[in-house]
Structures are given as C-alpha cells and as structure tokens.
C-alpha cells in the first residue's frame, strides 16, 4: 500500500449505530487530519493532530471521537449520529503541522450514509 | 461572508479549449497557494502550490496569483477529456495551519 488508504469506503449505518474509520498512512508524515467533505460546501476541518497530539478540534460535535495511537494511523470514532452527518470523510497526512505551507495529502475518503 | 469564493459550475468546455478557473478571498494575508483537483470517488490531489504573486507553469496548466485583487487562477491549455473533475483551490495564512478550502468547481470536458 502506498499513500493514504482509508476504510471502509462506503459506510450505511443507523443513527443508534457505533462505527470507526481508519486511516492510515504509508509516508511517514507526522501530522494526520480529518476533513469533511458535503455537497456544495468547502471542504471543512475537523481534527488535526500533530506527532500524536491532538492540535485543533474545529467544533466538532462530541458524535464524532478522533484517535491517533500513533503518527501513521488515526480513527474517526462515530455514535448517534444524524442524517445531516451524511457527507465524504477524508483523511489527508503531512510531513509536519509548521504551518508554513505543508502539502497535505489525501485518502479516498469514507462516503457515510446515515439513515 | 465566506474566506474563500469558488463558483461552484458545472462548467463544460469541448476537448482543446482553454480553461479559466478561479478563485476570491477576502483575507489579505494569505500566503500561499494552492489548486488540488478531485475525480469521482477520489480524495483530492496537489495540483499546483504557489507562494505570493506571480505566475507558475507545470506542462499545460499555469497558476496566477493577483494577491492586490485578492484573485487566483488555474488556466488549463489544451484540455483533455481526463481533466474532467472538481478543482478546489485552497489557501494557508503564514502563521496558520489550517488550509482553507473553496467550495470546488467541477469541469467536464467533451471530446
């Protein structure tokens, strides 16, 4: 594998469901985001970490719990979510969180349905 | 008022045309800039990264940055049919760390 896998792809589940997403990285990159990606919207960051520390949580609802237990892999933790959280997920990695311009590069994405 | 203006499209162009495509901000400290193109059922791509103003060229596509009309472009020579996907420019303050994405505009090219 190369790049940054992510799975499952595709994801259906109940607003009573718990499920995770995985991400992983192949590049040996220290920093690890989670985007949201919906229809006719901006792409939106939800979490960054950086060497395994969590940096920036951008006002994501409490339903959704990120884990990084180490700097190629990270989790996306879902429960009682709502139908409007129905969207692309993406995860991206870079070398480092500087702040000065890091590419960033990103998974397939998980597409979740939430019904 | 959004950081970032991207015209959503579609846009359809026929195989050979010269595509425009562009971006506002209203944030004059920007810094530095970016173009990922995303196909179907794809993440996003690093398309082309420019820093400031100016012009940069990689094969057919150029980047323009006009940072005093707080504009950017992706101009596309030559389009192909395999260029037909959504273009999301993006954009990181010095001091930041956090990209801020356009909304994306998708481009189908005919052939």
């Known amino acids: 594998e190369t790049g940054v896998t992510q799975t499952p792809r595709h994801l259906v589940m109940g607003m009573t469901n718990k499920k995770s997403l995985k991400c992983e990285q192949h590049?040996?990159?220290?920093?690890m985001y989670w985007y949201k990606q919906s229809a006719k919207k901006p792409l939106e960051l939800m979490f960054v970490y950086n060497f395994k520390e969590q940096t920036e949580n951008n006002s994501v609802p409490s339903r959704f719990s990120p884990e990084c237990p180490n700097s190629s892999h990270l989790f996306l933790h879902l429960h009682t979510l709502q139908p409007e959280d129905s969207a692309l997920y993406l995860c991206?990695?870079?070398?480092?969180?500087?702040?000065?311009?890091?590419?960033?590069?990103f998974g397939p994405g998980t597409r979740l349905l939430v019904l | 008022q959004k950081e970032v203006e991207q015209d959503p499209g579609p846009l359809s162009v026929p195989e050979g045309a010269i595509v425009s495509l562009n971006c506002t901000y209203s944030n004059s400290a920007f810094q530095y800039f970016m173009w990922y193109r995303q196909y179907s059922r794809k993440g996003p791509e690093l398309l082309m990264y420019t820093y400031s103003s100016g012009n940069k060229e990689d094969g057919r596509f150029t980047a323009q940055v006009d940072k005093s009309s707080k504009y950017i472009s992706l101009f596309i020579r030559d389009s192909q049919p395999s260029d037909s996907a959504t273009y999301l420019c993006a954009m990181y303050l010095p001091s930041g760390s956090r990209l801020t994405f356009g909304e994306g505009t998708q481009l189908t090219v005919n052939p």
């Open positions: 991206a990695s870079s070398q480092a969180q500087t702040g000065v311009g890091e590419t960033q590069y």
């Open positions: 590049l040996g990159h220290n920093a």
